[in-house]
């Protein structure tokens, strides 16, 4: 079941506050996304690690309604 942007952009907002975030619908579909999130909460951790933490934040959305996302992280200076 897709996921519409609006819902996953609040997600992501609601989970880094204070991030500069941007949510693209790759496909028009509401099934295959791009994420880029800056945030301070990646700061001293690995790549890994900053995408292991924002799959966390989607509770579970990756297994149910989120079909494909393309991930970049940044962290803060």
Same mark, same amino acid.
């Given at each position: 079941?897709?996921i519409e942007q609006k #819902?996953?952009?609040? /997600?992501?907002?609601?989970?880094?506050?204070?991030?500069?975030?941007?949510?693209? *619908?790759?496909?028009? !579909?509401?099934?295959?996304?791009?994420?880029?999130?800056?945030?301070? #909460?990646?700061?001293? /951790?690995?790549?890994?690690?900053?995408?292991?933490?924002?799959?966390?934040?989607? *509770?579970?959305?990756? !297994?149910?309604?989120?079909?494909?996302?393309q991930l970049k992280t940044?962290?803060t200076t």
């Amino acid at each position: 079941m897709p996921i519409e942007q609006k #819902k996953l952009e609040s /997600l992501i907002a609601d989970k880094f506050p204070e991030s500069k975030i941007l949510v693209e *619908d790759l496909a028009g !579909d509401n099934n295959h996304y791009s994420v880029t999130i800056e945030s301070s #909460k990646f700061n001293g /951790l690995t790549r890994i690690q900053q995408h292991q933490l924002v799959y966390q934040s989607l *509770d579970g959305l990756m !297994d149910a309604e989120l079909h494909a996302m393309q991930l970049k992280t940044k962290g803060t200076t």
